[in-house]
């Protein structure tokens, strides 16, 4: 049988376990993703400067970015474009559309963060970095990955939705269903032992639907 050479293809960075740092130049200055360290980070990357997709996006982060920042949550943008194109690109942002990016755009000329986090696909797009997306906690632990169609924008609003979930998540030691936003009721893991189903049919802040299916609403 024949079997298939898995050589040239990148380790991908994996949920749950630190995010690859590095170091690079961006519209801000040089930057260490370990800088960032207390923070959250969402770190995207987009094709290529001056296309129409990513505009929208990168106007939609910027217009959002005081709801990131009520989240403590770092906006970092990338693509393998050069800082000067980086610049005009933003400039013309600016001018156009009225929109300043208040955020740093990595320029991976070189390619290495693009290759440290799996960004070149080379079946969607030869020479650019796919439309991909990272969530990395204060920890510097990667807690999310999405990767998006060329054609294809992101939806801010999900993004800002999920934050919300992971933080509430790690704070409250709960879990979000499916369209969950906030103050609505939350997952709670299910019971472990036979004392701990026990003890869950007593508490009275739980609605129980079935033995691994219970709610709660947070105070």
């Not at 390619?111 to 650019?128: E, F, W």
């Amino acid at each position: 049988m024949e079997t298939m050479d898995t050589t040239s293809y990148p380790t991908l960075p994996r949920l749950n376990e630190p995010a690859p740092d590095f170091e690079a130049d961006t519209t801000f200055g040089r930057v260490r993703l370990s800088d960032y360290r207390g923070k959250w980070v969402v770190m995207y990357s987009h094709p290529a400067d001056f296309t129409p997709v990513c505009t929208t996006e990168f106007m939609g982060f910027a217009a959002r970015k005081p709801e990131f920042d009520a989240l403590n949550v770092q906006l970092l943008g990338l693509s393998i474009d050069s800082i000067f194109s980086h610049i005009a690109w933003v400039n013309a942002i600016s001018e156009k559309f009225g929109q300043v990016t208040p955020f740093p755009i990595i320029a991976d000329l070189d390619m290495h963060v693009s290759r440290l986090y799996g960004m070149i696909h080379p079946k969607a797009a030869t020479t650019q970095a796919v439309r991909a997306l990272f969530i990395i906690d204060p920890e510097g632990i990667l807690r999310l990955m999405i990767y998006y169609p060329m054609t294809t924008g992101r939806n801010i609003d999900e993004i800002i939705r999920v934050v919300k979930a992971l933080q509430t998540a790690d704070q409250y030691h709960v879990n979000t269903g499916a369209n969950w936003q906030p103050n609505d009721p939350v997952i709670v893991s299910p019971p472990r032992t036979m004392d701990e189903l026990a003890a869950r049919k007593k508490d009275s802040t739980l609605n129980i639907k079935d033995w691994y299916f219970s709610t709660k609403t947070l105070q």
